[in-house]
């Protein structure tokens, strides 16, 4: 639809901040993973482990990782997924105390994050709940306030036809990504952001408008499915 590519960047899921029409891998990205007491922040899971990896392109720019204090028992299945106990996080800072360095963190730059809508859900829950206050203005971040977060895994589904195994570790190998600690949250998000430069590369030539609105597209169908980890 040629009136999309018109429509104001705010309207396209863009970052109003960012040019959108400037190739995609040249503008800063926040690559974002979280690690989490279990699946359901609606049912009051909580966050144990969150890290922003930012990302310019193809390259790392810096790496942040924090341990947050959930204020509630990590269950052992949780703990056997991604190792994190009680005792690492007791004494660490809860999420409310963090949100500042977080919003930071993500501040002027394009979200990503692997099965997005899992991080996503996690992180507005934690806000809501800390009461932070988010606008849809600039002075909040892309990644909260209804920007496109980029999905290596709606690419990957699209891109590697004829395979089985879609979690991130699985594209990785394909993708020959290192994932030696997968599920601490600060590798995860490393290994997210490289798979999206690996299955996208430069020389596609892709605008950031137009990969936003392709994967709009691709989220309509089956590669747009996600899943509950």
């Known amino acids: 639809m040629p009136f999309l590519r018109t429509a104001p960047p705010a309207q396209l899921g863009l970052a109003e901040e960012l040019d959108p029409d400037a190739p995609w891998h040249t503008l800063p990205m926040a690559a974002i993973d979280t690690e989490t007491t279990g699946r359901d922040p609606g049912r009051g899971d909580r966050i144990v482990e969150i890290a922003v990896v930012h990302f310019r392109d193809g390259v790392v720019e810096g790496r942040y990782g924090m341990l947050v204090n959930p204020g509630i028992p990590i269950p052992a299945d949780a703990a056997a997924v991604h190792g994190i106990t ?17 919003l930071e963190l993500l501040q002027g730059r394009i979200p990503l994050a692997y099965n997005a809508g899992f991080d996503r859900g ?5 806000l809501v709940r800390a009461g932070v206050e988010v606008t849809k203005t600039t002075a909040t971040p892309p990644a909260l306030r209804g920007t496109e977060w980029l999905d290596p895994l709606v690419w990957a589904r699209a891109l590697q036809t004829g395979v089985k195994g879609f979690k991130l570790g699985e594209v990785s190998t394909r993708l020959g990504v290192d994932l030696s600690n997968a599920h601490r949250a600060t590798d995860d998000a490393e290994a997210a952001g490289m798979v999206l430069y690996k299955l996208l590369p430069r020389e596609r030539g892709t605008t950031y408008r137009s990969l936003v609105l392709e994967q709009r597209g691709l989220k309509s169908g089956p590669a747009g499915r996600t899943w509950r980890r």
């Not at 009680?86 to 977080?102: H, M, N, R, S």
């Not at 996690?122 to 934690?126: C, D, H, K, M, S």
């Open 86 to 102: 009680d005792a690492q996080v007791k004494g660490q800072p809860t999420f409310e105390q963090l949100a500042p360095k977080i």
């Open 122 to 126: 996690f992180i507005r829950a934690e």
